[in-house]
Structures are given as C-alpha cells and as structure tokens.
C-alpha cells in the first residue's frame, strides 16, 4: 500500500510498483469530487491494476481497514509545504504526526512485513557539517519540519518498543514531472514558459541537493526489497549540490534567456527557518542496496521541464500567483 498515493512522489512510485508487478492498494485522499489525484493521469490499463481506497489518514478507522491484509506499507502521505506551516501548524500535526501514529498502530496489529515512513531533509536544518550523513543533529526550522521530527521519532518509537519493521527514508529535494507548484523548479519553469521576463523568487542563495523523481522512487524501492534496512534511517541523495540562483540561471538559459531574477520579499522565509544549505550523505543507502542515481540535474531538468511544456500540464499551473 502507498498512502499519498494521489501525489507527487507518491503518484510515480505507485505507477512503478505496478510496472514492477507488485500489487499495489493505493490509499488517496478522500474528497467529494472523488478525484484520484496524479493518478487520474495514469493509463487505464495501470489503472484498472490498482485497488484505491479513499481516505484520510487522520482517521485511525479508516487507515485500520486499509491496512488489513497489507504485507508493506509506503507512508508518503503528509502536509509537506513550508509557507502554509508558518500559520497552519495545527494541520500538521494531525496529518504527519497523528497520521503516522495511525499508520503506525494500524501496522503493529495487522503485523505487517515492513513500513518505510517517508521523512525529508528538512529535518536537519542547515548543514552543520557535509555531507549530511543521517547521524546529523534534528533541527526544526518551520512547523513542518518539526513533524516530520516527530513523525520518524514515533517511527523509530515503534521499532524499539514493539519490533515493528520500520524503515525511516529520508528523500532530499526531489523534483520532476507532476511536481506542484508550490516549489522551486516548476516555480522557475511556470514563470519562464508563461513569459514572465521578471521572474519572482525568494532567497537564491541557499543551496539544495536535487533527486530526480525517479531515483527517489527506485530508492524507496530498493530499501524495500532490501533484507538490511528494518530499523535504518536512509538518505536518498546525489550528494551534489546546486543553489537556487545556480538554477535558476540554468533553466533561464534553456527557456529564455533575458528573463531577470528578480526578489519577492513575500516568497523569503524567516530567517532563522531558512535551510542555508543541504547536501546528503548517500554512503548509507549504497552500502544497504544497490541503488545509484540515474539521472543527473541536466537530464532530470529536461524531462521536467519537456512535462511542463505540455499545454494541459502548464494550463493547470498558476504562475503568475505565490503558491503557497
């Protein structure tokens, strides 16, 4: 089962579990327009491999029915943008923590085989030392990275309490195809494909390690069919790094060339919750499996951006809006 399902990451590592052969219950969350989310875009005959299950992982009884009979669980499902957190925290307690603890519970009495709870790199704030490797400090910056820190505690809670097999994965910025547009590469592709000569950013200075959708799904998966990660904590990074100006004037010379860079102070975030840098350790999830990225920022890019280019894919996206 992938809870988060009907999303970014979750969406593409439900489409390769099914190519993969396995089969795959995709929880989704419920709303009255009974939309499945990215998975609406699927084929129908990948669709029609799939069991969906309509629900809200905030609720203990709807997440005890859809784990029953579930041999592993990917727990993608959470409230993930950062600017919302600042003032809706509330939220983010009840989805990513409450949420996971309802996983969690709903694991334990099913005895299920293995649940990898997604984490992210916002856990560690700005690098104190690089590589990121997963023995660095916690520090919670925004709202929503204080529960993610909650969320992979309670994690590690159930695996040293009650020897569930949990798996923390820690994913670094991924980007790709499907990606809202809350974030800052189809931020920079939206604005440049819709025209905008002065494209509006936040902070450019701070520097991110960039996994390819893709990658990041063939790691959840490797760390799944791998006998050596129950209990683990596992980056998924390139163990590169680029900052946002570095990028943005890359996509600008592919797209258009005399765009500017320009500051919009309502995109910056506080200060002290800025993550200055990240750049994440892969030592870890080399020596447990035998993932290696594919996809270098210039090949992930192209695909990104040839998605983008598609008039139903750029005529969903606002970009001329801050998208929180």
Same mark, same amino acid.
């Given at each position: 089962?992938?809870?988060?399902?009907?999303?970014?990451?979750?969406?593409?590592?439900?489409?390769?579990?099914?190519?993969?052969?396995?089969?795959?219950?995709?929880?989704?969350?419920?709303?009255?327009?009974?939309?499945?989310?990215?998975?609406?875009?699927?084929?129908?005959?990948?669709?029609?491999?799939?069991?969906?299950?309509?629900?809200?992982?905030?609720?203990?009884?709807?997440?005890?029915?859809?784990?029953?009979?579930?041999?592993?669980?990917?727990?993608?499902?959470?409230?993930?943008?950062?600017?919302?957190?600042?003032?809706?925290?509330?939220?983010?307690?009840?989805? !990513? *923590?409450?949420?996971?603890?309802? %996983?969690?519970?709903?694991?334990?009495? &099913?005895?299920?085989? @293995?649940? $990898?709870?997604?984490?992210?790199?916002?856990?560690?704030?700005?690098?104190?030392?690089?590589?990121?490797?997963?023995?660095?400090?916690?520090?919670?910056?925004?709202?929503?990275?204080?529960?993610?820190?909650?969320?992979?505690?309670?994690?590690?809670?159930?695996?040293?309490?009650?020897?569930?097999?949990?798996?923390?994965?820690?994913?670094?910025?991924?980007?790709?195809p499907r990606q809202s547009a809350r974030a800052v590469i189809p931020t920079i592709i939206m604005q440049l494909l819709k025209g905008i000569e002065k494209m509006k950013l936040g902070n450019v200075s701070p520097t991110r390690d960039f996994?390819?959708?893709?990658?990041?799904?063939?790691?959840?998966?490797?760390?799944?069919?791998?006998?050596?990660?129950?209990?683990?904590?596992? !980056? *998924?990074?390139?163990?590169?790094? %680029?900052?946002?100006?570095?990028?943005? &004037?890359?996509?600008? @010379?592919? $797209?258009?060339?005399?765009?500017?860079?320009?500051?919009?102070?309502?995109?910056?975030?506080?200060?002290?919750?800025?993550?200055?840098?990240?750049?994440?350790?892969?030592k870890k999830i080399k020596e447990l499996t035998s993932w290696e990225p594919k996809y270098d920022l210039e090949k992930g890019l192209k695909e990104t951006i040839d998605w983008f280019r598609i008039p139903e894919n750029i005529s969903k996206?606002?970009?001329?809006?801050?998208?929180?």
């Amino acid at each position: 089962m992938v809870t988060g399902a009907d999303g970014f990451i979750g969406s593409h590592l439900t489409e390769q579990l099914i190519d993969n052969g396995y089969n795959v219950h995709a929880f989704c969350y419920y709303n009255s327009f009974n939309s499945w989310g990215w998975l609406d875009s699927l084929p129908k005959e990948k669709l029609s491999k799939l069991d969906i299950f309509m629900g809200d992982v905030r609720d203990p009884n709807g997440v005890r029915k859809a784990v029953e009979d579930i041999n592993v669980i990917f727990h993608l499902a959470a409230l993930i943008g950062i600017p919302f957190s600042y003032h809706s925290p509330d939220s983010y307690v009840d989805t !990513n *923590i409450k949420g996971t603890l309802n %996983i969690l519970q709903a694991a334990k009495d &099913e005895k299920c085989e @293995k649940i $990898l709870v997604t984490s992210t790199s916002e856990v560690y704030g700005t690098a104190q030392y690089v590589p990121i490797d997963e023995k660095h400090p916690f520090q919670g910056q925004s709202p929503y990275s204080a529960t993610k820190i909650g969320a992979d505690r309670l994690a590690e809670s159930f695996y040293r309490s009650f020897n569930l097999p949990v798996v923390i994965v820690r994913p670094f910025n991924t980007y790709g195809p499907r990606q809202s547009a809350r974030a800052v590469i189809p931020t920079i592709i939206m604005q440049l494909l819709k025209g905008i000569e002065k494209m509006k950013l936040g902070n450019v200075s701070p520097t991110r390690d960039f996994n390819y959708v893709k990658d990041t799904v063939d790691g959840f998966i490797k760390i799944a069919e791998s006998d050596n990660t129950i209990g683990e904590e596992i !980056n *998924i990074a390139t163990q590169t790094e %680029i900052s946002i100006r570095q990028l943005a &004037e890359e996509i600008i @010379k592919q $797209l258009n060339p005399t765009a500017e860079i320009c500051t919009d102070d309502i995109r910056v975030r506080p200060e002290k919750s800025e993550v200055n840098r990240l750049l994440g350790s892969n030592k870890k999830i080399k020596e447990l499996t035998s993932w290696e990225p594919k996809y270098d920022l210039e090949k992930g890019l192209k695909e990104t951006i040839d998605w983008f280019r598609i008039p139903e894919n750029i005529s969903k996206c606002k970009a001329d809006l801050y998208n929180v």
